[in-house]
Structure formats: structure tokens, C-alpha cells
């Protein structure tokens, strides 16, 4: 790309990966890249935008990130950006920003001469054609990620009692059986009670406690959820703010008090994968349709 030379991407990606080493359960690109422009003095250029619409400071940061992504330092999926502990390592010994980068690059076209196609020697000095391939990468990432900013929207935005509902509908398609679903008021901390078979005559029994919030779920709130577990229960919770680490260690580590918790990707993914199963006004409550991409390398 014109006018953005190796250390000044290498500075972007450095800048990069310490807000991502600050937060290890990684961060929303969208967030990520806000950030980042942020923290950054940003050049004319790069405030710039191309023919298409799209920000050069996004595009440039996106492409340079797919080096990192075939290198082993960035996980992305569901629009979330993760660093890995190589990525720790090189960001740790790899201090200057061009050399990072530099090895990221590296790293990429050992993958790339590692894939069926041309030989490494043929692809030697070929950054000119890497573009268009990386353009299907980030058309692809990007559309993840507005895909699934929606459905977070969407299920953050629902009415309390609708997702209840909606929980309620997905334990019914994966076959439980539902015997109970809080009406509007205190409810105790169980929203939902759900069995093995229609009668409730075998164990284990299912309770369940869902959250809209958009914090996670701390060790403390577990263990209030726990505390009304019995011997022959077992909890699920749903929290779409997700859980923090000690919340997820403690939940992993239990062996009496048996509980699954179910973050918004666990839940979503569940929703899809028994889609089919769904009642006709349990679709109404989030209605999902595929679409089909040709996918990147």
C-alpha cells in the first residue's frame, strides 16, 4: 500500500497487541480498532478513505492482521480478536516494530508455501499478488462481524421475559422438557426448571438462571446461582455478558454442585446447530438465516 511503510504498520500491529494483552479474553475488532485509533497520532493518509467507502487506517490494520492470524499470534472468530501466547512471545522479544512485522510477514509466507499451489520459490517476493486474496479475508471477517454485532444487539435489546422464553424454546429442541418458567417478578434466582422426561421421575433436574446483562457474571453471582443447586440438580447459566475467569475456574472445578455456563457465542451456536428442531413462534424469537460465502484461506 502506498505511502505506509513496514515500521509504521509494525508500530500500528505493536500498538495493537498491547490493548489485546490487556484483555485476555480478547476484544471485539470493532472495539479494538476503535482503540486503536485512539492511541495512535493517525497521518493524513491513513484518516483517508478509499473509492470504496472504507477507512485506509481499518484496511491497512485488517491486512497486516492476517499475517499475524497465519503466524499463530491472532485468533479471530465471531468478530473477536484474541492474542496468543506466540503472540505474547513475539510482541515480548520482537520490540521493534518493523522487525515484528517483518516476522509476521515471514511467518504468513511459510504458511502460504506450506498450502496446495504454488512452490515456495514461485512465491518468493509475491506480495503484490497476495491483495486480492487477502481483500476475500477481510470481506469475509468483516461480514462475520457485523453479523454477529447484530444478533448481540438484537438478544441485549429483547425484552427479559422474551429471553426466558427464548431459553426455554432451545432447551425444548435439544429435548428437555420444560416444567417451568418464571412469570414476571421475583423469581428467586431460578427462571427456569426443565426435567429429562415428561414426569420428572428421572434425575438429574435442570435449573436454570439467564442474564441479559452486559457485565460478566463474577465468582460471586456463581455461587449465589449455586447455592440453590440440590443434590440431584443441575444449573445452567445463561449470561450474555459472559463470565469472568474466577467465575469460569469455579464453575470447572466444582463437583458437587454441577453447573454448565453458556456465554452469548455458546448460546447462539447452540440456536443454530438445533435450528431445525425450533417451533415456528420460537424462530420469531431470533431469526437466523445462512448465508454462504466462499471461504478464505
Not at 511503510?5 to 505493536?14: A, K, S
Not at 463470565?243 to 453458556?262: G, N, P, S, W
Amino acid at each position: 500500500m502506498p505511502d505506509i511503510t513496514r515500521r509504521r504498520t509494525g508500530e500500528l500491529l505493536r500498538k495493537l497487541f498491547d490493548l489485546l494483552l490487556e484483555h485476555s479474553e480478547g476484544l471485539q475488532a470493532r472495539d479494538a480498532l476503535a482503540a486503536l485509533a485512539n492511541s495512535v497520532q493517525l497521518s493524513e493518509y491513513e484518516k483517508g478513505f478509499y473509492a470504496n467507502g472504507a477507512r485506509r487506517f481499518e484496511k491497512i490494520v485488517r491486512f497486516a492482521t492476517i499475517d499475524c492470524v497465519k503466524a499463530g499470534w491472532l485468533v479471530k472468530a465471531k468478530g473477536r480478536w484474541t492474542a496468543t501466547d506466540a503472540g505474547r512471545d513475539a510482541h515480548l522479544k520482537l520490540s521493534d516494530p518493523e522487525a515484528f512485522y517483518r516476522q509476521a510477514v515471514k511467518l504468513y509466507w511459510q504458511w502460504k508455501s506450506s498450502q496446495p499451489g504454488p512452490t515456495a520459490a514461485a512465491l518468493e517476493g509475491a506480495e503484490t499478488a497476495e491483495p486480492e486474496s487477502k481483500s476475500v479475508s477481510i470481506t469475509f471477517e468483516e461480514a462475520e462481524e457485523q453479523a454477529w454485532s447484530e444478533i448481540e444487539q438484537f438478544l441485549k435489546t429483547i425484552q427479559p421475559y422474551e429471553f426466558q422464553d427464548l431459553v426455554g424454546s432451545l432447551l425444548r429442541a435439544m429435548g428437555y422438557h420444560v416444567f417451568w418458567i418464571a412469570p414476571p417478578g421475583k423469581d428467586g434466582g431460578i427462571d427456569i426448571v426443565a426435567g429429562v422426561d415428561p414426569l420428572a421421575t428421572r434425575p438429574p433436574r435442570i435449573k436454570v438462571q439467564v442474564k441479559r446483562q452486559v457485565q460478566a457474571v463474577n465468582v460471586e453471582g456463581l455461587r449465589s446461582f449455586m447455592a440453590l443447586l440440590g443434590d440431584g440438580d443441575v444449573g445452567l447459566f445463561v449470561s450474555l455478558g459472559g463470565f469472568t475467569k474466577d467465575a469460569q475456574d469455579e464453575a470447572r472445578t466444582q463437583e458437587k454442585r454441577r453447573v454448565t455456563l453458556v456465554d452469548l457465542e455458546a448460546l447462539v451456536n447452540l440456536w443454530v446447530e438445533h435450528y431445525a428442531k425450533l417451533t415456528d413462534e420460537a424462530h420469531r424469537r431470533l431469526p437466523l438465516k445462512p448465508i454462504y460465502f466462499l471461504a478464505p484461506e
